[in-house]
Every structure is written in structure tokens, then in C-alpha cells.
């Protein structure tokens, strides 16, 4: 019997699809790509964290976070507001199915997404070709919202002190070696899930390598 009682996934890359990165939603929006625009160095990378935590945790609008970002990649506001319109790119095959195969096997589940207001309202809105149905989800974290974000210990304290649950019995899915490292740090079962495969087979697996479904 699996002592797994709540899986927990990142959204971007396990369950929805996202662009590549900002050059990857300049092709998809039509936005030339500034000449001689390359790596961001590391002052102004330090810049576009910054300005990305602001936003994730809630302390900013879009709009203010255009501002920001856009002297760092050479754009204008109004190209990064474009280009966070069509970041998303619809959800993978059979994450539905996914989430109902867990709700049937009687086991929790939750979302635990850095992530913002405009691509929030994108996932939850039944007309939008993001949908991902997270009203089915037991519980449901997103960084803005709760104004902490991933991989700072904050906002998985905050998990398990709302679900009540014992860290051991979390199963946590991201894309993201940090955030998977700072979950085993606290004891939960971590999975790091790959670009270069199909995520929700992956997560399947994992699954049922410990016992949580078939």
C-alpha cells in the first residue's frame, strides 16, 4: 500500500505547456527579437529575478512588471505584456484524465505553481484553450496568491501546514531541480520531470512506482 496521500504538481512544463523562454514568445507573438540581444548577464539577470519574484508573489501588476522587464531584453512594455498573453500554451494530453485517475485511487491533490494573475485567470477560465479543470484539485497554491514562491522553504511549510499532512506522505512533481531539492529537503517525495519527454507519462510512472495507481 502507498503511504502517498497527496500529489502535488507545478503547473509550467508538468501539466501546461509554456514557451521556451522570452525568445521562444517573441516567435509565437510576432515580436522581433532585438539585434545583438543575447544572455542576460549576470547583473541584469540578478534585475529580471527580481522583477519576476515581484510578480510571481503578487507585489506587482503586469503592468508594472513590463516597465521593469522590458529594458532588460530590449523590448517595450507593450511586447511583454504580448508576450506573457501567449506563454501558455495549452494543456498536455491527458492531464485531465490524470487528475480524475487520482481523485478515483482516493488520493489528494493539489497545483503548487509560481506563477501570476494573468496566466492564472488563463488556466481556470473553461473558455480559454488553457483550461486545466483545478477546481477538481483538493487544494490549490499558486504563488501569487499566497504571496511566497517556490523554492524558498516558506511556501512548503505553508503546504503542509494546510493540508495538515506529514511531509513524507506528499509526492511533489516540477520541472525544476530546485524546487524538487528544496522539497526532499523537507522530506517530501520529489521527482524531477524532464523537458524532453512526455511529462504526464513520466509522472504516471513515478506514480505507479510507488503504488499510487496501476
Not at 510576432?30 to 541584469?44: C, I, K, N, R
Not at 515581484?54 to 522590458?70: H, I, K, V
Not at 482516493?106 to 473558455?127: E, F, K
Request: glycine content about 8%; some cysteine.
Amino acid at each position: 500500500m502507498s503511504d502517498v496521500r497527496l500529489v502535488v504538481f507545478d503547473l509550467g512544463r508538468v501539466l501546461v505547456r509554456i514557451c521556451d523562454g522570452w525568445r521562444h514568445a517573441c516567435e509565437i507573438a510576432g515580436v522581433a527579437v532585438p539585434a545583438g540581444t543575447g544572455d542576460f548577464d549576470e547583473s541584469t539577470q540578478r534585475r529580471v529575478d527580481e522583477i519576476v519574484g515581484q510578480l510571481d508573489s503578487g507585489r506587482c501588476d503586469l503592468e508594472t512588471f513590463a516597465r521593469e522587464y522590458a529594458p532588460c531584453c530590449g523590448l517595450q512594455p507593450a511586447d511583454v505584456i504580448r508576450l506573457q498573453q501567449v506563454y501558455l500554451r495549452g494543456t498536455y494530453p491527458g492531464a485531465a484524465e490524470l487528475l480524475d485517475d487520482l481523485i478515483a485511487a482516493g488520493v489528494q491533490t493539489a497545483c503548487l505553481s509560481n506563477t501570476h494573475d494573468v496566466h492564472w485567470r488563463m488556466i481556470t477560465d473553461p473558455a480559454n484553450p488553457n483550461y486545466l479543470p483545478l477546481d477538481r484539485m483538493t487544494h490549490r497554491f499558486a504563488s501569487h496568491l499566497v504571496g511566497m514562491r517556490k523554492p524558498f522553504d516558506e511556501i512548503y511549510e505553508h503546504v503542509e501546514r494546510t493540508t495538515k499532512l506529514p511531509p513524507g506522505t506528499i509526492c511533489f512533481f516540477d520541472d525544476l531541480e530546485a524546487n524538487v531539492a528544496a522539497a526532499r529537503r523537507r522530506g517530501w517525495q520529489g521527482h524531477v520531470i524532464r523537458v524532453d519527454a512526455d511529462p504526464i507519462a513520466q509522472v504516471r510512472d513515478h506514480l505507479r512506482a510507488a503504488g499510487v495507481m496501476r
